[in-house]
């Protein structure tokens, strides 16, 4: 509405010369209506649900990238410390239940996990720098 009202005052030679002066006036209002409407319109609004899916996607591609180069590193590491870290991280097994299946003591389990776990936060972070 201001910028109608500037364009008047700018355009107020044009509408001296007219007696009803409030139906020009009304009709320059409709008319800048309309031009901002198409200008503002132009461009296809996204909505929060499409932008949601869109992160989603993101989240989705980059969880997919970093599960891949951790798989790489845990099949770089020693059988004993693979073994002990999928089956823990991986499979979700405990470590009573770990320490049953490969019939070896849960502390040598423990230093298994923990070396592997080690190992692959290094690989990590020399990757990411």
Known sequence: MQDTLLYILE???????LDPVKPWMMRCLYHR??????????YETISEAHLKSLKTQEDLTETAFFSAQIRTFIGLLKPAQRTAVTLFDIEGYTISEISRILEIPESTVKSHLARGRKIIKEKIRVQLF
């Open 33 to 42: 209506f309309v031009d901002n409407y198409r200008r503002y319109n132009r």
């Open 11 to 17: 355009n107020r030679d044009k509408f001296m010369s």
